[in-house]
């Protein structure tokens, strides 16, 4: 729906218009757009924070104090993202990035998806998961190697070269996010002229402030969301829906 009196068809109507007119999209996309693939988002019943409290087993203060109880976590994480495939909204954006229309996504997701459906700009704001790095000799280990051990049990992985502690690159909380990326998202949203918001609650900061910015900067904002936001304010139209329906439709391909 774009508002109380618009049909959701109206609305797909107006947003694939849009779509159309438009020669610098950008996407910012959340946990949402991946949840038809098999990854829940964390904060639904049965999502990862209702059964590991993420005080407990998410935070850089308790990977430095137990990381066998990060990796318990990390390991059922390995199992679903490992099995993930991209869905029809992932390819949708990749789609439009091809036509030239879209200049980059822009995820808080760790599920390295858009780029397993062809996406080539994609600024991660929260890391990577199929990366990680030894905390001792800070070694890089790329790709799901490590994360098929962890999913056999290897908990906690360690260095090949020097036995230290494997972490995960995929931001924890109390961790900064990457200033590079975040750069690299503002920057993207100042020049956009239209932002498509794709399954993500915006609850997370400073990401949720970036719809704002692209709208002060000119860009016109499409929220594609299963439920409402505490942003759907900024938006200029709002579609309830899932991202796998909806994306198709109004990037029409
Ligand atoms: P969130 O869980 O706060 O919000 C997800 C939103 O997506 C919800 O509002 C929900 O209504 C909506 N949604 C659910 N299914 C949908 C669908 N099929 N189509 C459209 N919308 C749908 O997620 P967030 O805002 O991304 O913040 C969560 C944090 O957790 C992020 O920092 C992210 O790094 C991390 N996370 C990542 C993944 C992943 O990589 N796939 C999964 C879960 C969480």
């Known amino acids: 729906m ?7 068809e109206d609305g797909i109507r107006e947003a694939r218009a849009l779509v159309e007119s438009s020669s610098r999209i950008v ?4 946990a949402g757009i991946s949840v038809d693939s098999g990854i829940p988002d964390f904060r639904s019943e049965g999502g990862l924070w209702k059964r590991f409290d993420p005080h407990e087993y998410a935070t850089i203060e ?20 490992l099995l993930a495939k991209p869905n029809e909204a992932h390819s949708a954006l990749a789609k439009l990035e091809d036509s030239g229309k879209l200049c980059c996504v822009i995820t808080q997701n760790i599920d ?9 700009e994609v600024i991660e704001l ?47 909380f109390g961790e900064p996010l990457p200033k590079g990326p975040m750069e690299h998202a503002i920057k ?23 719809p704002q910015l692209a709208k002060d900067s000119g860009a016109r904002v499409i929220l594609v969301n299963l439920e409402g936001t505490n942003r759907d304010g900024v938006a200029d139209i709002v579609l309830r829906g899932r991202a796998t329906h909806l994306l198709p439709s109004i990037i029409g391909v």
């Open 188 to 210: 993207a949203c100042r020049e956009a002229d239209l932002l498509l918001v794709i399954g993500t609650s915006l609850s997370v900061y400073p990401v949720a402030f970036l």
């Open 27 to 30: 996407a910012l996309t959340g």
């Open 62 to 81: 308790s990977f430095e104090r137990n990381p066998e109880k990060f990796w318990t976590m990390g390991r059922e994480l390995a199992e679903t993202i």
């Open 112 to 120: 390295n998806l858009h780029q397993a459906a062809g996406s080539r």
């Open 126 to 172: 929260h890391g990577n998961y199929l990366r990680a790095y030894c905390t001792s000799c800070k070694a890089e280990y790329v790709g799901d190697e490590v994360h098929r051990g962890v999913a056999r049990g290897d908990i906690p992985p360690k260095c090949e070269k020097c036995g230290g502690i494997l972490k995960s690159e995929a931001i924890l």
């Open 2 to 8: 774009t508002d109380n009196h618009t049909s959701l």
